[in-house]
């Protein structure tokens, strides 16, 4: 499925609209899940990876092993992953994606020594604003990208 995206949909977008040739993945839910496994595969056409909500309980958690063992693979720095998780995600939620964020962590430290931050934002609309604002990810994503 990953190839069909790559190979597939990006050149597609490519010959239909102006586009810079950048790369990113974004998926929310199982399309959060999708762009893990997205991640994780390499090489990639994608230089950027958004995952919002990942359902990581999908599958008996198999991406967990995935992340384990392909992660942080060949050059690994090419590309970025911006992880994110809903607060009003179930407990079964939350305990995959903070295993996923601690399996990255702890990869890429044993690999390169990088020092890792993990950084749980909480409150993150802001004044005027309520929960349910939808500018909060589109300004989130045109900024890290």
Do not use: C
Not at 23 to 29: I, M, N, Q
């Amino acid at each position: 499925m990953v190839d069909a995206v790559a190979f597939a949909a990006l050149p597609a977008v490519d010959d239909a609209y102006r586009t810079d040739g950048t790369g990113v993945l974004v998926g929310h839910s199982l399309g959060g899940l999708f762009t893990l496994y997205a991640f994780v595969q390499r090489p990639s056409p994608f230089s950027g990876f958004f995952a919002f909500s990942p359902s990581v309980w999908v599958g008996n958690e198999q991406i967990l092993n995935e992340l384990k063992h392909r992660a942080p693979g060949p050059n690994p720095l090419a590309s970025s992953l911006f992880l994110s998780l809903g607060e009003a995600e179930d407990n079964e939620m939350l305990e995959g994606f903070e295993a996923v964020e601690e399996i990255l962590g702890f990869s890429y430290f044993r690999e390169y020594g990088l020092p890792v931050v993990i950084g749980r934002f909480f409150n993150t609309v802001g004044p005027g604003q309520s929960a349910r604002y939808g500018m909060v990810i589109p300004r989130l994503v045109r900024q890290a990208v």
